[in-house]
């Protein structure tokens, strides 16, 4: 297989990740360690990708200085940037006119917010040989009523894309990894704002193309919301997705440089314990995602839940399933569940808001 192409779609806002995302484009956050765009990007690198055109939007000068050329992990890089949002369909359109591979030639598209562990060359091994116009990476769900669901016939042959129903009529959705015959891109129409699941596939299936299914079973999450987050970035400490990007061994806890941890800590689940971040003796970090600079004092309790920069969960506090944004002072007694969301700089005072009776 030829050195290979992609996109890499980075456009999005990332509102469902608020207030993570308000200073933050949601793939650079840090996820196991690095900016979570590092272990796409070293997956793609160990299949054979070695060029890849950004497609950014939101916050756009903030790629280019966290992976400049790209060099670092083997791959050329270059950005294009779209003045308006286009669309899934016209964000790809606008990135190939950086692209360099001939009409026939596929190209891959990746989402900015997808960790996967399928087998990319394998994907786009099965598009050649099948000469499909578009080869889609499909994941079964236990529940595809969440997404819009995509059945295939017996050859593997995309027939519809159907929005999400109550009742659907296969547990197979959209992964949204793409290959493409680099002509399709092309006959999108430039400078529109185009949906490919709406509008380009469905007209490749209605006039006769060939859009392929490519369905597995291995791991795959869309790390949209704050859960999601704190569980893909739980599953690459623990080991469940391997990547090579990962700046330590897997375990139970990752301590990046300078990150102090009381031996009187618990720390475990995949917790990532940040740059200088403290974590004082009889605290309790589960599955959590703890920011540079923050601090989890005596006695406090942090799970499933994101600690951002600076921040500060004070003694006795229990943080469950929640966001605290950079900067933030989480004052003693507080509990803090169900997703609850702190904004960057709020301090709250001791005992302001709990869950239940404080007995």
């Not at 050195?3 to 196991?32: F, H, M, S, W």
């Amino acid at each position: 297989m030829p050195d290979l192409e992609a996109i890499l779609l980075v456009g999005g806002q990332g509102t469902r990740l608020r207030p993570l995302t308000l200073g933050t484009p949601k793939p650079l956050l840090p996820t196991a360690g690095v900016p979570f765009l590092a272990h796409q990007l070293a997956r793609a690198h160990a299949f054979g990708v070695r060029r890849i055109v950004f497609a950014t939007s939101y916050k756009a000068a903030m790629f280019e200085p966290v992976f400049g050329d790209g060099s670092d992990f083997g791959l050329s890089l270059e950005y294009m940037t779209e003045e308006t949002p286009l669309g899934t369909g016209g964000a790809i359109r606008n990135a190939a006119q950086a692209l360099t591979s001939g009409p026939d030639a596929p190209v891959l598209i990746l989402n900015g917010d997808i960790l996967s562990g399928h087998d990319i060359g394998d994907q786009v091994r099965t598009h050649l040989a099948r000469q499909a116009a578009v080869t889609l990476h499909l994941t079964e769900v236990d529940d595809p009523t969440r997404f819009g669901c995509v059945p295939t016939d017996g050859d593997g042959r995309v027939t519809a894309f159907l929005e999400k129903t109550p009742n659907p009529v296969t547990n197979r959705i959209n992964a949204g990894c793409y290959v493409f015959t680099r002509s399709v891109i092309d006959s999108i129409p430039a400078g529109e704002v185009v949906s490919v699941e709406r509008e380009t596939f469905p007209g490749l299936i209605e006039s006769g193309d060939l859009v392929l299914g490519y369905a597995d079973r291995t791991y795959w999450l869309d790390v949209g919301t704050p859960a999601a987050f704190v569980k893909g970035s739980a599953d690459l400490v623990l080991g469940r997705l391997a990547s090579p990007a990962l700046p330590g061994p897997t375990g139970e806890y990752l301590a990046l440089p300078g990150a102090v941890v009381s031996p009187e800590a618990k720390v475990r689940a995949g917790s990532t314990v940040g740059a200088r971040a403290v974590v004082e003796a009889g605290a309790t970090v589960d599955g959590s995602v703890l920011g540079d600079d923050c601090v989890v004092h005596t006695g406090a309790t942090v799970t499933d839940s994101v600690i951002g920069r600076g921040a500060r969960v004070c003694a006795g506090a229990v943080v469950h399933d929640a966001v605290i944004g950079d900067g933030a002072v989480v004052g003693h007694g507080n509990e803090l569940r169900a997703g609850v969301r702190i904004w960057p700089g709020v301090e709250l005072p001791d005992c302001a808001v709990r869950y239940s009776s404080d007995v």
